[in-house]
């Protein structure tokens, strides 16, 4: 029996409307997290990662909205709330990590203020048990004198400690989900898997799901459950992450694996995929990814890519699906 | 002259001149009242300063009535000594702008010459100018406008000083408004000084300042031409604060300033158009000017700000 | 921090000094020193004692430390007009200048961060553009206009607010001041608006454009992702960001109020400082000038100074990295 989904998205369309028309940078996305699992989702800048992100978190930037689908919540909709009850979500059950822990953090308050403040806002509790909350909040995620450092300011903290207090932050409250877009694209290289490993530390001790975006095919492999490839607002490829990686069905999955240099270890030589993601406002008619396809056939530039649950292996949106000997 | 219009209104810069109303119009406001000012002995119906032609008994009319002893008839009203109001704008107005410009064009000239030696020698003349500049930016510019005045008061003998009082008050404004010019003369000059010709026309003998002139000014021409405009809206109300004030224009020769200053003293009375046409005179010049420089700033450059 | 402040200090010493010389140019140069100290009463043993005090036979930067020293002192010599000596006439003037800048200032600082933050949180609202386009014209208004057309509608037609003075003053240990009587905050009104509108606009437009800029930030995203109240983000977040930049130009509007009260206090016939010196510079009251210019020069230095100290105060960033240079 498996549990019921923590995060459910069904069918989401977020549209910007222009003057030269309605563009739709996330197309149709369905996807459900379980408690404790960490899908990520991967694509080129441009490809809607973010964007979902914020649809679900309820942060989209005016003009972008969500035009239609629908997102559920611990078994609530959330996707047509008021924005005092969409406020009273954040933090409390979805928290957020962002890309650059430079700037993330207000520089003018102290981190033990932000920390309490946030999380008297959520949880009911005096400015003292929220103190001894905020020091067990930075003790868990790695911080050394944990209750002194709540008196520094953001710019006293390196790079990779100020990351460190950002998921604090996110965690204080103990949401049920947290988004991670890019969290480690701004950090040095040897400090990414530190933070990568307290991510996926917290969230399975504590059964939190986690949607963790980035670009990197890496970091996904390393921490991720299941992985869902984005391409032009559209889900390519959703699936288990070992499999997508050594079996991907999606020939853009394929391209975007023989491209990363971490998974494509005893290939001679890089693959690049042809040609650039088109805009959000130029999609052309059929599948999005054909004109850079190298298996591209007449369906594919007419018809619109079909749905993952056409895919025997229901993985894949794809006409002609990869198949692998096993 | 018709092709270079032609070319101008044709060119980018003329596009975005059509297509802003608020720049053809104040564009236009600018014209008309510096035309009407140098054509002011022309237009005017009486010449206010010439007391042959004044006739005390026309005092206080109101604009468009008959004057109720000798049934003339002024378009504006007249003052307390019966001189046309329509016609002490013309010439107020006439002041107000030859002040204006020529304070500007005095600030200019110095700025721009501070601004060469400044970035050019370097060094302690350049810190040594820069720090007058900011010692000077610390105090507002009316103020230190109203110090030169005074101060030239105080060494002018008392019987010269309505005959000077007019250039005083150039020198003042001017004094006061030199620095941005000098700054951005002095920024270009900097970068230009260590351009390969100037290193190449030293390496010949050559004194490479003339050249640098020419290769800089038209660098700074448009940043130059933007502080202009709105040095000249600023030197405007300066001019006219100053003649309110009563440490401007005299009397016998007065600006818009000081023609507020006089119709101030009726309100009360009831000769509302004594003050109000002098002041809708100032706001429409010092509006008009300001917004064109404005726009020419977002026109020209927008990174200048 | 501390080299910072040393080094503001030194440099605030030598603006007044500069202003100082020129003060004391004005003084020696233009027309008699003797004549600027003693006024009309004077015996030829006063002339000679008073020569040997100034050093008048001495080196010019004698006579130049002389004057600093005799300034300090609050001695400026004896007005040319009144016949008294300035400091009395400056010491009787200054609280009307001084309390009609407090109440311009104070309203100037919170109408305009009040306006700033309201139209930058609602930017797309039509109040916020109405308010921005009133703006534009507020600041390109010469200071004297809008006085006379506040007197011309307020006086003049609906007679509601007194034109001219300061109403019934009240002594209070030697400090006369308005704010007790009823008709000298009446006649308060006029002038504070006059004096505070141009400042409150300027206020309002930093405060909007860099509170605009702010709420642009990933930090206040974050502070939103976290479900923060609006209000705690607006005012704790952005508001606290914004105080730096919006300090630095308030601190100067501050010094501007000041200078600015010349031209309402002329307007209104305030009987201030500002009043005093339009009046010195119009009958070339040397001694006045003089007093006036150093009076106003320490202000500003003074101001910069607080400014300063109120970075620190507010950046904790600088209070590091000012330190290590």
């Not at chain 1, 003292?128 to 709540?150: F, H, Q, T």
């Not at chain 3, 020569?51 to 609050?74: E, H, K, M």
């Not at chain 3, 500002?274 to 150093?294: C, E, K, S, W």
Request: hydrophobic share 50%; with cysteine; charged share 15%.
């Amino acid at each position: 029996m498996t549990p019921p989904p923590v995060l459910s998205v069904r069918n989401l369309v977020v549209a910007i409307p222009s003057r030269s028309g309605t563009s739709r940078p996330v197309n149709d996305i369905s996807f459900d997290i379980a408690p404790g699992e960490i899908l990520g989702v991967v694509g080129e800048s441009g490809a809607g990662k973010s964007m979902t992100g914020n649809a679900v978190i309820g942060l989209l930037d005016r003009p972008a909205h969500i035009a239609s689908g629908e997102i559920w919540l611990n078994g609530r909709r959330i996707d047509a709330l008021l924005p005092e009850d969409l406020r009273r979500i954040r933090g409390r059950q979805v928290g957020m990590v962002f890309q650059d822990p430079l700037t993330s953090l207000n520089p003018l308050l102290r981190i033990g203020d932000q920390l309490i403040e946030t999380i008297r806002e959520h949880l009911p509790m005096t400015a003292a048990a929220a103190r001894d909350r905020a020091v067990a909040a930075l003790e868990e995620v790695g911080i050394p004198a944990a209750a002194e450092r709540l008196n520094s300011y953001p710019h006293e903290f390196s790079g990779g400690m100020r990351q460190r207090v950002v998921i604090a932050l996110a965690l204080c409250a103990e949401p049920s989900l947290v988004i991670a877009d890019e969290p480690t694209t701004a950090l040095d290289v040897s400090v990414q898997a530190q933070i990568i490993a307290l991510l996926r530390r917290l969230c399975r001790d504590r059964g939190t799901a986690v949607m963790l975006v980035t670009h990197d095919m890496g970091v996904i492999s390393e921490a991720a459950d299941r992985v869902a490839v984005m391409y032009a607002g559209r889900l390519a490829e959703l699936g288990p992450v070992r499999s997508v990686i050594s079996q991907p069905r999606h020939p853009y999955a394929d391209g975007l694996m023989g491209a990363m240099p971490s998974i494509a270890i005893g290939q001679r030589r890089l693959r690049q995929i042809p040609g650039a993601m088109p805009r959000p406002s130029a999609i052309p008619p059929g599948c999005a990814f054909a004109p850079r396809c190298p298996r591209a056939a007449d369906t594919c530039r007419l018809d619109p890519a079909p749905s993952l649950a056409d895919d025997p292996q229901g993985r894949a949106a794809c006409w002609f699906p990869m198949e692998h000997s096993a | 002259m018709i092709r270079q219009f032609a070319e101008f209104w044709q060119s980018d810069f003329g596009w975005k001149f059509r297509h802003s109303p608020t720049a053809v119009l104040s564009f236009v406001v600018s014209v008309a009242l510096v035309m009407a000012a140098i054509a002011a002995p022309l237009i005017a119906p009486t010449n206010p300063f010439d007391s042959a032609s004044l006739n005390l008994m026309n005092g206080f009319s109101a604009p468009l009535q008959p004057n109720a002893f000798t049934g003339e008839l002024f378009l504006l009203g007249t003052d307390d000594q019966g001189r046309d109001v329509f016609s002490t704008i013309l010439y107020g107005l006439r002041v107000s702008l030859f002040v204006g410009v020529l304070a500007v064009l005095f600030g200019m000239v110095l700025g721009v010459t501070l601004g060469l030696i400044a970035g050019y020698v370097g060094g302690r003349v350049d810190g040594f100018i820069m720090r007058v500049a900011d010692i000077q930016l610390t105090f507002p510019a009316i103020l230190v406008a109203m110090l030169i005045f005074g101060i030239a008061k105080g060494i002018i003998a008392p019987q010269y000083r309505d005959q000077m009082a007019i250039w005083v008050l150039i020198i003042a404004i001017g004094l006061s408004d030199w620095v941005p010019f000098a700054r951005v003369v002095r920024g270009a000059t900097m970068v230009e000084k260590n351009r390969d010709y100037v290193q190449a026309a030293r390496l010949i003998g050559r004194k490479p300042v003339a050249i640098m002139v020419l290769h800089i000014l038209p660098n700074v021409l448009n940043p130059i031409l933007i502080i202009a405009t709105i040095s000249l809206a600023l030197a405007i109300i300066a001019e006219a604060t100053l003649s309110f004030l009563g440490v401007g224009a005299p009397p016998t020769q007065p600006s818009l300033g000081t023609l507020i200053r006089i119709g101030q003293t009726f309100l009360f009375s009831g000769e509302w158009w004594i003050l109000l046409f002098p002041a809708a005179t100032l706001l429409a010049l010092a509006l008009s000017v300001n917004s064109l420089g404005d726009w020419l700033r977002d026109a020209l450059n927008p990174r200048l700000k | 921090m501390l080299a910072f402040l040393i080094r503001r200090l030194v440099q605030s010493v030598v603006v007044l000094l500069v202003v100082g010389a020129v003060s004391f140019g004005m003084f020696r140069f233009i027309g008699d020193p003797v004549n600027n100290m003693l006024g009309q009463e004077r015996t030829q043993a006063d002339i000679e004692q008073l020569r040997d005090r100034l050093g008048l036979d001495r080196p010019v930067f004698v006579q130049y430390a002389l004057f600093l020293r005799n300034a300090v002192q609050g001695d400026f010599g004896v007005s040319y007009r009144q016949g008294r000596p300035v400091a009395d006439i400056i010491a009787e003037r200054a609280p009307a200048t001084l309390e009609l800048a407090a109440v311009s200032g104070v309203m100037a600082l919170v109408f305009g961060i009040g306006l700033g933050v309201l139209t930058a949180i609602n930017r797309n609202s039509w109040a916020s553009s109405a308010i921005m386009t009133l703006s534009l014209v507020g600041v390109s208004l010469p200071t004297f206009l809008i006085g006379i057309l506040l007197i011309y509608v307020f006086s003049v037609q609906l007679e509601w607010l007194p034109s001219f003075g300061r109403g019934e003053t009240v002594d209070v240990g030697g400090w006369s001041t308005g704010f007790l009587t009823q008709s000298g905050l009446i006649a308060l009104i006029l002038p504070a608006i006059t004096l505070g509108l141009y400042q409150m606009t300027l206020i309002m437009r930093i405060v909007r454009s860099e509170m605009l800029e702010v709420l642009r930030q990933d930090y206040i995203r974050f502070a939103r992702a976290r479900g923060l109240r609006e209000r705690s983000i607006n005012f704790r977040h952005a508001l606290k960001n914004t105080l730096v930049p919006v300090i630095t130009v308030t601190g100067l509007q501050m010094g501007s109020i000041i200078a600015f009260s010349i031209i309402t206090e002329t307007v209104f016939q305030w009987p201030g400082m500002g009043l005093l010196f339009i009046n010195a510079v119009q009958f070339v009251d040397i001694p006045v000038m003089a007093a006036y210019l150093m009076l106003i020069s320490v202000l500003f230095v003074s101001i910069n100074l607080v400014v300063d100290l109120l970075y620190f105060a507010i950046d904790p960033r600088l209070r590091i990295e000012r330190a290590k240079a």
